[in-house]
């Protein structure tokens, strides 16, 4: 993973704190994939995702899109991870 690709897994530049109960799981994923070039891609990501908080639990269906580029050497690195949206009214 690059920096980049790290910092936008916690993009509010702190780790998070374990003094509280989080515990998440996912379902259902649909994987979609583009390769724009021979060295960059993207994948979008569907699923159900499911977040407790000290034991209160909500359940949404999400869209994440990670951009690879590829290095020699070393192969595919994530360089960028977004949030790109959440689908309500979705079974």
Do not use: C
């Not at 690059?2 to 780790?15: F, I, L, M, N, V």
């Not at 996912?26 to 070039?37: A, D, I, N, R, T």
């Not at 994948?43 to 899109?65: H, M, P, R, S």
């Not at 990670?66 to 595919?76: H, K, M, R, T």
Request: aromatic share 10%; net charge negative.
């Amino acid at each position: 993973m690059t920096d980049r690709g790290y910092k936008a897994t916690h993009p509010s530049g702190t780790e998070p704190s374990s003094e509280k109960s989080v515990k998440s799981s996912m379902v259902g994923l649909k994987p979609f994939e583009y390769q724009s070039s021979k060295n960059e891609a993207e994948l979008f990501n569907e699923f159900k995702l499911t977040t407790e908080f000290n034991n209160v639990a909500a359940t949404d269906t999400v869209i994440v899109k990670a951009s690879l580029i590829y290095v020699e050497e070393q192969g595919w690195k994530v360089d960028d991870v977004e949030f790109v949206g959440q689908l309500t009214g979705r079974d």
